[in-house]
T-cell receptor
Framework: DAKTTQPPSMDCAEGRAANLPCNHSTISGNEYVYWYRQIHSQGPQYIIHGLKNNETNEMASLIITEDRKSSTLILPHATLRDTAVYYCIVRLEGEDNFNKFYFGSGTKLNVKP | KAGVTQTPRYLIKTRGQQVTLSCSPISGHRSVSWYQQTPGQGLQFLFEYFSETQRNKGNFPGRFSGRQFSNSRSEMNVSTLELGDSALYLC???????????????FGPGTRLTVL
């Protein structure tokens, strides 16, 4: 049960913002949204997470809708090195579950020159 | 701080053999989770160990097992290998602080297992 739906692929021009959507319509009140990315067969890399409010760090911004049923990861100035598979994950509640990630299929982001 | 390390990085086995993979978490991290990644099934959770105890388990047959040592290093074992066990096996470590979801999981580079 991935609990998330993402488009299989997206293209983005280098230097432009990449906006990656994620649908998580069955999210529960205390479940966090996490984003990871995986660059060609390397281990997934943490990007950002959020609960209700929008979040920003040095890598990206996360916009979560008011009803929390969807979110968007924004890479403000995509570079070729951002080409990767991006996974949106709903982190389950309960101490025994919160490290049990369901990765789903993710979105393959292709950043083009 | 050194990252999560996994050994070996590549492994070739034949059907029916068994294999042991090792994961050393980031210093201070007490939780280690294991995942299997295949082209067909994607990334799937195998199990998590915390303080030498299995805390959670994914939907895998009993041929897949693991353990964690007192220094938080973890091993996973696959017995009676099948062709379908060919995959990238990833481990992730986290601090697993009580009461907080803020402790993200850090993944290692993985072990690529090929079963012939």
């Amino acid at each position: 049960d991935a609990k998330t739906t993402q488009p299989p692929s997206m293209d983005c021009a280098e230097g432009r913002a990449a906006n990656l959507p994620c649908n998580h319509s069955t999210i529960s009140g205390n479940e966090y949204v996490y984003w990871y990315r995986q660059i060609h067969s390397q281990g997934p890399q943490y990007i950002i997470h959020g609960l209700k409010n929008n979040e920003t760090n040095e890598m990206a911004s996360l916009i979560i809708t008011e009803d929390r049923k969807s979110s968007t990861l924004i890479l403000p100035h995509a570079t070729l090195r951002d080409t990767a598979v991006y996974y949106c994950i709903v982190r389950l509640e309960g101490e025994d579950n919160f490290n049990k990630f369901y990765f789903g299929s993710g979105t393959k982001l292709n950043v083009k020159p | 701080k050194a990252g999560v390390t996994q050994t070996p990085r590549y492994l070739i086995k034949t059907r029916g053999q068994q294999v042991t993979l090792s994961c050393s978490p980031i210093s201070g991290h007490r939780s280690v989770s294991w995942y299997q990644q295949t082209p067909g099934q994607g990334l799937q959770f195998l199990f998590e160990y915390f303080s030498e105890t299995q805390r959670n388990k994914g939907n895998f047959p009993g041929r897949f097992s693991g353990r964690q040592f007192s220094n938080s290093r973890s091993e996973m074992n696959v017995s009676t290998l099948e062709l379908g066990d060919s995959a990238l096996y990833l481990c992730a470590s986290s601090q697993r602080l009580a009461g907080g979801p803020y402790n993200e999981q850090f993944f290692g580079p993985g072990t690529r297992l090929t079963v012939l």
